[in-house]
Nanobody, 121 residues
């Protein structure tokens, strides 16, 4: 079990960048697959990106613009978001699960409280 706390959200103009961070507690962080999801108003929570021990896995909508990374020494996962679009506006959630990556929300038992990202046009 890990506890997750997101930070780094905010208001940015279209075309801009933000970097989200997710700090995890617990001694088993390195054994967890970590993911970012997002939820826009009136929409279901959707997969954005995930990382285990290799490269990242991305939703088609963010591929080439977002980069997920992790620093196991600092128990932190990051989401670098470039070329932001108004449709990226959502609450972004960090999630973790032991071992392998899955892209559905039901596969993750550990969630952060979320951080708001707003992209203005």
């Amino acid at each position: 079990q890990v506890q997750l706390v997101e930070s780094g959200g905010g208001l940015v103009q279209a075309g801009g960048s933000l970097r989200l961070s997710c700090a995890a507690s617990g001694r088993t962080f390195s054994a967890y697959a970590m993911a970012w999801f997002r939820q826009a108003p009136g929409k279901e929570r959707e997969f954005v990106a995930a990382i285990a021990w290799g490269g990242g896995v991305y939703a088609d909508s963010v591929k080439g613009r977002f980069t997920i990374s992790r620093d196991n020494a600092k128990n932190t996962v990051f989401l670098q978001m470039n070329s932001l679009k108004p449709e990226d506006t959502a609450v972004y959630y960090c999630a973790g699960r032991p071992l392998s990556i899955v892209t559905n929300t039901g596969g993750y038992a550990n969630w952060g409280q979320g951080t708001q990202v707003t992209v203005s046009s």
